[in-house]
C-alpha cells in the first residue's frame, strides 16, 4: 500500500501517516484499530514479534459455527486448549494464561471487566504498582482499567515489556479469539490436537441438536 492509501484507509492526512511511519508520532488507539482490521500484524509493528498466521483446523470449525452455538463451544475449547497444553496451571506463561482468560471472555459473550484488568488480576498486582510499571499515573492507569480511555503504541509496548501480552489482546476487534486459538494451537501436540479436534465437532453436533 501506498502512504496516501494507508492514510486514506486511516482516516488521517499523508502529513499525519508519515510522522507515524518515521516515528515522529506515536500511533494511536484508533490507527492501530483499524490496522488490525485490515488484517495488519499489529503485534509485529510494536514488539517485533510476529503473530501465528495459519488458520488452524480448530478455528475452522468455530467459524462454521452458528452464531448462537459459539459462546458455548468456545467455553469448552477453552478448556480443552488449556488441558491440552500439557502444563500445569502455575507453568503456563504468562501470554498463554492471557489468551485462555480472554478466550473465557469471548465465550460469555462479553464482560463489565477488561482485559487490562484480566492481565493485572492474573498478574497479582495492584492498580498502583501496575501503573507505576507502565509509567501512568494512577487516574490515568483507572481509566484505562475501565474502558474509558485508550492504549496507545507506545503504552501497548511497555504493557508487553511488563508482562509479556501481545498488544493485540487490548485491541477491540471480532477476531480476536480466532488469533487466540490459532496461537494456542501451535503449542499442542499433533496427537491432542487430533482428540480436540473430533471432540469439538462432536459437542458442535450436540449443541446443534
Not at 494512577?138 to 482499567?145: G, V
Request: aromatic share 6%; glycine share 6%; proline share 3%.
Amino acid at each position: 500500500m501506498t502512504q496516501e492509501e494507508t492514510s486514506s484507509a486511516l482516516g488521517i492526512t499523508q502529513s499525519q501517516f508519515s510522522k507515524m511511519e518515521l516515528g515522529k508520532t506515536i500511533m494511536p488507539y484508533k490507527a492501530l484499530e483499524h490496522l488490525i482490521g485490515m488484517g495488519w500484524d499489529v503485534d509485529y509493528l510494536i514488539t517485533g514479534k510476529e503473530s501465528s498466521r495459519n488458520v488452524s483446523g480448530l478455528r475452522k470449525i468455530v467459524m462454521h459455527a452458528e452464531e448462537e452455538h459459539r459462546p458455548r463451544l468456545l467455553d469448552a475449547i477453552a478448556w480443552m486448549l488449556n488441558q491440552g497444553l500439557d502444563k500445569r496451571a502455575s507453568e503456563l506463561d504468562f501470554e498463554t494464561k492471557c489468551e485462555l482468560e480472554i478466550l473465557k471472555m469471548r465465550a460469555k459473550g462479553g464482560s463489565s471487566e477488561s482485559v487490562l484488568y484480566r492481565i493485572r488480576k492474573i498478574s497479582g498486582m495492584a492498580q498502583i504498582p501496575m501503573a507505576e510499571m507502565l509509567g501512568v499515573n494512577i487516574k490515568k492507569y483507572r481509566m484505562l482499567e475501565k474502558n474509558k480511555a485508550n492504549p496507545d503504541a507506545e503504552l501497548l509496548f511497555r504493557l508487553y515489556e511488563v508482562t509479556g501480552c501481545k498488544p493485540s489482546l487490548l485491541i477491540n476487534y471480532d477476531d480476536i479469539e480466532n488469533v487466540i486459538i490459532d496461537d494456542l494451537w501451535s503449542q499442542i501436540a499433533l496427537p491432542v490436537q487430533k482428540q480436540i479436534l473430533f471432540l469439538t465437532e462432536q459437542l458442535l453436533w450436540l449443541i446443534r441438536m
